[in-house]
């Protein structure tokens, strides 16, 4: 991980990075890490959302990376 060094640690809540609805039909992460004072990243962002469809026939996935 080239990024490691340039980052500090996560500091939100274990409810905030990780939730499901009860039916279980719907999971989400949620990741925020801040760069170091000196670090050329400002900070990373990622996400990703997985969600049955209603329809039972497929489901939805969404991931989202930004740095």
Known sequence: NRLA???LPST???DA????NDPDTAHASLHIRPGHHSS???FILGS???CK????????NITSLSA
């Not at 990075?17 to 499901?20: G, I, L, S």
């Not at 469809?53 to 939805?60: E, F, I």
């Open 5 to 7: 060094a340039h980052l």
């Open 17 to 20: 990075q990780y939730c499901r």
């Open 48 to 50: 990703w959302l997985h």
């Open 53 to 60: 469809l209603p329809t039972g026939t497929g489901s939805l």
């Open 12 to 14: 939100l809540p274990p």
């Open 40 to 42: 050329p990243v400002d």
